[in-house]
């Protein structure tokens, strides 16, 4: 019920329907009437400007629209017309007083209607001028984009990210040219806007839709970051910011990755310092980005053709990354001899190249190793041991279907394998994702 608060709402709504095909126009009056009732029905202090703002966007939004149902708004031929015949707008101007006579805007406690006035009986008309012709562009590119759309949905095309993103830029420079007030009289000052901020945070949530539409996820976190300054996030959450990009830019490379070398190189980019496992072992809770690379012994399924399926001993490397869920165990009063217990799920498992590399450090494999190649979920159970950064663990994995480098490519599997396992392993905390602070006694 807080002025941010709705303004959010209201922009979420109109995004909305404009995704929807819903006519620009009717949002703009649907913004407008919305803040008025809801002012009035919550005793909203809704800022001056920002009221005022919305007022005046809808007044010359009506006043422009077209008289046919096929289009959103006159065309920039037909307004330009009506400019060029000062008889004919200062008409105009003067519909737009009588309306105005029941809203009552006001611009820096200068009333529109003096204004319009002013001009309606034979002021200079260079100022009302210019502000309807930066308007007029704007609905160029409006009329043009809602053709567009609707011809795309004529041959039974689906929209794509650039066409809404198009549509959606548009109508947000339309409402910054409606409520540009200042061309209108040039004793107004130029001044900050509660509602050109919020214009300014729409266009970047605009820009972040389409960055994550398009797998551009670098991108979408800087614009991400640009519209939590914009919304004010206080200074005490700069921390929270920090990690934010680091952490975001991390998820997109990783989720952007076309091989396991890009996985690779992402997760050194944000690794913690050797022996972060001490972290899951001192403080009460911890979730970290994981690995863990050692030897594992225990059995193999193998699904073949069909139904029909092939138990089997098994015993190798194992490097799975995943996320690691952690609590201390308090077996020793001695801190020096803390333990751990994780519930650790993995996501990717790297142990054919981790075994590769153990006997050849130099030469490049030929063929490409891909994210699909090493995808193996699963789940264990896993107690650090104490002093050493070292585990042992339990549990239930799928195989990634990568079973095999060697100098002159790779072997892939095509049966699925899941296995039960122990494992002895080095623990080694890749990113630290959230810690609950030990208290101070």
């Known amino acids: 019920k807080t002025p941010k608060g709705l303004s959010f709402l209201s922009i979420l709504f109109v995004t909305d329907g404009l995704i929807k095909g819903k006519n620009p126009a009717d949002l703009i009056v649907y913004l407008s009437d919305s803040i008025e009732n809801r002012n009035e029905k919550f005793s909203l202090d809704a800022p001056l400007d920002y009221v005022n703002s919305l ?39 003067g519909l737009l007083y009588e309306q105005n006579d029941e809203v009552k805007i006001s611009i820096h406690n200068k009333s529109l209607q003096d204004i319009l006035k002013s001009y309606a009986i034979g002021g200079a008309l260079n100022n009302p001028i210019q502000y309807l012709e930066g308007i007029a562009i704007s609905i160029t590119g409006v009329n043009q984009n809602v053709t567009e759309i609707k011809a795309v949905i004529n041959s039974g095309r689906s929209f794509n990210y650039t066409n809404y993103s198009n549509y959606y830029n548009s109508i947000i420079d339309l409402v910054e040219k409606l409520i540009d007030f200042e061309k209108l009289d040039s004793t107004i000052p130029i001044s900050s806007n509660s ?6 945070s729409a266009k970047i949530a605009g820009n972040i ?10 991108s979408a976190i800087l614009n991400t970051v640009t519209f939590l300054n914009n919304v004010n996030l206080p200074d005490n959450n700069s921390s929270f910011k920090i990690n934010f990009i680091k952490y975001g830019n991390f998820i997109g490379n990783v989720a952007q990755a076309q091989s396991a070398s890009e996985v690779k190189g992402a997760i050194e980019a944000v690794a913690l310092p050797t022996g972060s496992s001490s ?80 006997s050849n450090q ?28 070292l585990s042992v663990g339990v549990g239930w994995q799928t195989n990634p279907n990568l079973s095999k480098v060697t100098v002159d490519g790779i072997e892939v599997n095509t049966e699925k394998y899941t296995r039960f396992s122990v494992f002895l392993a080095v623990d080694i905390p890749i ?11």
């Open 195 to 200: 509602f050109r901020n919020y214009l300014a």
């Open 431 to 441: 990113i630290n994702l959230y810690t609950v602070p030990k208290r101070k006694r």
């Open 362 to 389: 130099e030469d490049e494999i030929k063929t490409e190793i891909t994210l699909e190649n090493i995808i193996s979920p699963g789940i264990y159970g896993v107690i650090g041991v104490p002093v050493w950064p």
């Open 279 to 358: 972290i899951k072992k001192k403080t009460p809770f911890n979730i970290a980005l994981n690995t863990y690379i050692g030897g594992h012994i225990g059995r193999e399924t193998i699904k073949g053709v069909g139904t029909q399926e092939e138990e089997i001993s098994s015993a190798g490397i194992m490097t799975p990354v995943g996320i690691a869920f952690s609590w201390p165990l308090n077996v020793f009063k001695d801190e020096r001899y803390a333990m751990s217990f994780s519930l650790f799920t993995s996501i990717i498992d790297i142990a054919p190249v981790t075994t590769y590399r153990l």
């Open 55 to 93: 007022r005046l966007s809808k007044l010359i939004s009506e006043s422009i629209r077209s008289k046919y149902k096929e289009e959103v708004y006159a065309s920039q031929l037909d307004i330009k017309k009506v400019l060029a015949d000062s008889v004919t707008f200062r008409i105009y101007l």
């Open 209 to 218: 839709y389409y960055d994550v539409s398009n797998r551009k996820y670098s």
